[in-house]
Nanobody, 111 residues
């Protein structure tokens, strides 16, 4: 099993930045793709960003140019740097590795 713990969420104003972290433990592997998803109130969970073992990155169109995903394989940690935050970025952000999900961290962006 893989355990995932997210941190770094909070309440910010539009235009501010936050950096989320997700620490993996257990049966981790640097070969895993590490993903970020988010779920806003009343909406389905959606893909935000991903990074593969070699550093290749993928983003949802709405966050391109504002969010950056990175990983530290030695620390089994994935990061999501979020800049120029908008109220529509408000959601619970989840880390996903293989079939495992973290419990999420709340991000609230006020206008």
């Amino acid at each position: 099993q893989v355990q995932l713990v997210e941190s770094g969420g909070g309440l910010v104003q539009a235009g501010d930045s936050l950096r989320l972290s997700c620490a993996a433990s257990g049966r981790t592997s640097s070969k895993y793709v590490m993903d970020w998803y988010r779920q806003a109130p009343g909406k389905e969970r959606e893909f935000v960003a991903a990074i593969n073992w070699s550093g290749g990155t993928y983003y949802q169109e709405s966050v391109k140019g504002r969010f950056t995903v990175a990983r530290d394989n030695a620390e089994h940690t994935v990061y999501l740097q979020m800049n120029a935050l908008k109220p529509e970025d408000t959601a619970i952000y989840y880390c996903k590795v293989d079939a495992y999900w973290g419990q999420g961290t709340q991000v609230t962006v006020s206008s």
